[in-house]
């Protein structure tokens, strides 16, 4: 804790030094502060993550994260949440249709209007509207703003009100805006009621949204900071290999059973359609999701729980898709898998990296050789033996296995949170040492 804050002061320290050295230059300054984060940074790092013989971490260093509390809405708000979501659209298309306007003029008042200009436009429209505030017409024009220039375009898609192709209801607002009282909440001079309340204790959200899903159920979407738990794992490294077969194959061979909830529900779900319930075909859709992160979660859990560093691979379903495999691809949820035990590895200070996946079925995890299956061909092909080693392998977990040693050989993490080797003082790092007694042998 003490070399912690120690080093922290030194960091701040040197940066003040710099920038009373290089005040003249602009470029110079930025560079040396640069450096000094990025000293603050590895310093972090090997507090952090040294291993069984941890020290706590100082909390005042570690980084906070932003995790969003998803509560479900009582129903008897919904009709006033509905009215409030064509409110919020109206304004939307509004401040869509403006900025267009002024960004295709051919004159020289031609503009690209930023979210700050609109919301000066918009400035006094809160009283024209029964439901929506200043507060929301604000947080609709700084998100337009964002979105159009995330996309690059000179406008976007309309929000529709009515009919098959609506849009999803959406009512932003600020932090302030959301106050408690007492079980339930206040927003626009209406009092409302959500479902688990007891999770919205002690914490300070930031501005958020009530959002609808696509059953019609209205969530109210609150972003609050949490510090990461740190806690050492009674496991040192895990590899995990992302398949079809089984979701997920651990190198000391922990299965996740594949997820077929997809599969196992299209019978269902197309005699829904063809019955044309839709209502019903989008519930059924919401529980095939809702069991598929259920699964996800549990699994990574599990890892994080277990493992200090874990190393996945980088399996993509967006080449996967476009062949006959495309359900059971889309159907499997690597990606999600894989964002969990990012996020959840961040939050418990974990190390996670992602390692190319090529040739780790093919490599033999004993002794190198790439004697294993091959292509589509070889893909029922579960268990072989080497022919150079003779070592029997289990399809999955060698993968995992050759996946682990090549999160070995390159370091760098997702999370941030480098894993024990990396904080060996360079003088034991066995290449380095080489390298100096070469240069010393060569002088001499
Ligand atoms: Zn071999």
Redesign the pocket.
């Known amino acids: 804790m003490k070399s912690a804050i120690a080093a922290a002061q030194s960091v701040t320290r040197l940066e003040e030094l710099t920038t009373q050295c290089c005040g003249s230059s602009n470029r110079c300054a930025r560079a040396v502060s640069l450096i000094c984060s990025r000293i603050a940074f590895l310093y972090k790092d090997t507090i952090y993550c040294s291993g069984q013989s941890a020290r706590a971490p100082d909390n005042a260093l570690m980084p906070d994260f932003i995790r969003t509390l998803r509560l479900k809405v009582r129903p008897e708000f919904y009709p006033w949440l509905n009215a409030a979501a064509v409110e919020v659209n109206q304004t939307f298309n509004y401040v869509n249709e403006t900025s267009y306007a002024a960004a295709t003029r051919t004159d020289r008042k031609r503009k690209w209007l930023s979210g700050f200009d609109l919301c000066s436009l918009t400035a006094g429209a809160s009283e024209y509207f029964e439901h929506i505030g200043a507060d929301t017409i604000q947080r609709i024009c700084t998100e337009y703003a964002q979105k159009r220039s995330a996309a690059k375009r000179l406008k976007l898609r309309w929000r529709v009100s009515r009919g098959p192709r609506r849009s999803l209801g959406w009512v932003p607002f600020k932090a302030a805006s959301l106050k408690r009282k007492g079980n339930a909440l206040r927003f626009c001079g209406k009092t409302f009621r959500v479902f688990e309340r007891e999770r919205l204790d002690g914490v300070t959200w930031q501005q958020g949204c009530f959002a609808q899903d696509a059953v019609g159920d209205w969530w109210l979407c609150l972003p609050v900071k949490v510090t990461p738990e740190y806690s050492v794992a009674p496991k040192e490294v895990v590899g995990i290999d992302l398949g079809l077969k089984d979701a997920a194959v651990t190198s000391d061979g922990d299965r996740l059973e594949a997820i077929r909830f997809y599969r196992d529900a299209q019978h269902k779900l197309g005699m829904l359609q063809r019955r044309g319930h839709r209502r019903q075909a989008k519930r059924l859709h919401r529980r095939i999701r809702r069991r598929r992160q259920d699964a996800c979660h549990q699994f990574s859990r599990k890892i994080v729980d277990q493992y200090q560093n874990i190393v996945v691979g980088d399996v993509s379903s967006l080449k996967l898709v476009k062949t006959r495999m495309a359900t059971s691809v889309l159907d499997s949820g690597w990606g999600m898998l894989r964002q969990m035990l990012c996020d959840k590895g961040k939050y418990a200070c974990r190390s996670v990296q992602i390692v190319n996946e090529r040739n780790t079925t093919r490599a033999?995890s004993?002794?190198?050789?790439l004697?294993g299956p091959k292509g589509l061909k070889h893909l029922a092909v579960r268990t072989w033996v080497?022919?150079?080693?003779?070592?029997s392998h289990d399809r999955d977990v060698n993968a995992a296995r050759n996946i682990l040693a090549s999160g070995f050989r390159c370091g760098t993490s997702v999370s941030g949170n480098e894993s024990s080797p990396a904080e060996r003082p360079p003088s034991q790092i066995p290449y380095l040492r080489a390298a100096g007694s070469d240069a010393l042998q060569s002088a001499a």
């Open positions: 033999c004993n002794c190198g050789s004697t080497c022919v150079r080693c003779g070592v």
